[in-house]
């Protein structure tokens, strides 16, 4: 479908939100400051804009990364989803607040619209700072943490493959294969599985990174590093 419906939706919407937000940050104390004295005596900037720019920012970021079709781990997904919705939400109580205010012929908001619209800039900051940081963190697999100092990892089963010195856990009868396709995450990953996974990598002679084993295995950082030790044997071999 054609996107120039959405900008025909978006203009009005950006002009009420811009004008509700600048608005509701004049009531509130925000107005023209000088932020080069001395240097550029004459640069004016309003600081309401802060406001629209951060809250509504944000929230696209936040939207585009919940709505994303794939790539963003389950984490980063969720506090996008709240954060996405808080900041719709704020945005509605924002412009709310604001019309009450220059309906009632306000010349200044109460104080506790005040403490909020101040804290805004400084959340919408730390709000963006951490969906940043969960985006870039692959997602870990249930299992991939490392064993406590002084426990031992769990015991082999008979006849189970052993990856430099991890083995895993014994399986049931008809345990669903652990390979990339379809793989249950709860099962953990076997010398079998990494080297069927990059099999191509291996017939080219090139070995995966570790940021590549744990995106693709699902893995913890340590857990990585036996893989590949695995997989440079295997590829010394062939």
Do not use: K
């Not at 990494?194 to 913890?220: K, N, Y």
């Amino acid at each position: 479908m054609p996107r120039w419906p959405l900008a025909l939706i978006a203009a009005p919407a950006a002009v009420a939100v811009w004008s509700g937000w600048v608005g509701l940050g004049g009531l509130c104390g925000f107005g023209i400051i000088h932020p080069l004295p001395g240097i550029l005596p004459g640069l004016q900037l309003d600081t309401a804009i802060t406001l629209p720019v951060g809250v509504e920012a944000y929230g696209a970021y936040a939207l585009g990364a919940w709505l994303a079709p794939d790539g963003v781990p389950g984490p980063a997904r969720t506090f996008a989803r709240r954060s996405a919705v808080g900041a719709l939400a704020l945005g509605m109580l924002g412009q709310v607040v604001y019309h009450l205010l220059a309906a009632a012929g306000a010349v200044r908001a109460p104080w506790p619209v005040v403490v909020l619209v101040s804290c805004m800039p400084v959340v919408t900051l730390g709000f963006g700072a951490a969906l940043t940081h969960l985006l870039r963190v692959p997602e870990a697999h249930p299992e991939s943490a490392s064993a406590p100092v002084g426990q031992a990892h769990p015991a082999p089963a008979p006849g189970a493959p052993a990856l430099n010195g991890w083995v895993h856990p014994e399986r049931s009868p008809g345990a669903p294969s652990t390979r990339s396709a379809g793989r249950t995450r709860s099962a953990p990953v076997t010398p079998e599985d990494a080297e069927h996974e990059f099999m191509t990598d291996l017939a080219a002679g090139a070995l995966p990174s570790l940021r590549q084993i744990r995106a693709r295995l699902h893995v913890g950082q340590d857990r990585a590093y036996q893989i590949r030790e695995h997989l440079e044997r295997a590829l010394t071999r062939a």
